[in-house]
């Protein structure tokens, strides 16, 4: 829950500094003037509405884009599932922030896109289970990935794709 409110309170002043950024390089330009009266049709009263529209907006945003999805992906004898996903990882600009064994978490390497990520780029895998082989069946490990939805969607789609055996007939 705490997480939650950071991450509600974050992206809260996020909003507020961007339109407080984008104003600011209006008024420097003159092409607004610098009284929210003459600004805003409602002045201060039009300030308000938005900072309750960017309050709703805030505490609503980490229920949408942040996200956990189970993977279950097949093993392959010549790839090793935990190695592919650190290769990956490194590929996608992540780097390894902790390792504990069977759980393990990233974060950007480049600091501009952790900004535009509000410092909330964290994407963390955590094993959960493996199922054996069986008779046709290949062994398969079972993953949690948590972090941005945008970020777990494009992630668990490329591990996927690793993964995926085609067969020509």
């Known amino acids: 829950m705490m997480r939650y409110i950071i991450r509600a309170v974050k992206y809260f002043l996020y909003l ?12 420097l330009l003159k092409l607004v003037p610098p009284d ?6 409602g002045g201060w009263t039009s300030v308000m509405y938005i900072a309750i529209l960017f309050g709703i907006t805030s ?19 010549d790839v090793p599932i935990r190695d592919a996903i650190l290769n990956l990882m490194q590929d996608m600009g992540y780097v ?3 390792d504990s064994g069977d759980s393990f978490s990233f974060i950007l390497r480049n600091t501009f896109s952790r900004l535009t990520h509000f410092f909330e780029d964290r994407i963390t895998f955590c094993h959960i289970g493996d199922t054996p082989a069986s008779e046709g069946m290949p062994a398969t490990q079972t993953w949690m990935i948590e972090g941005l939805t945008r970020d ?16 020509t007939d």
């Open 16 to 27: 507020s500094a961007m339109v407080a950024l984008i104003l600011g390089v209006f008024i």
């Open 36 to 41: 929210p009266d003459q600004v805003f049709r």
């Open 59 to 77: 505490a609503f945003y980490p229920l949408w884009g942040y996200r956990k999805e189970e993977l279950t992906i097949q093993e392959k004898p």
């Open 96 to 98: 390894l922030e902790k």
């Open 152 to 167: 777990v969607v494009r992630i668990s789609g490329s591990l996927k794709n690793r993964f995926y055996t085609r067969t």
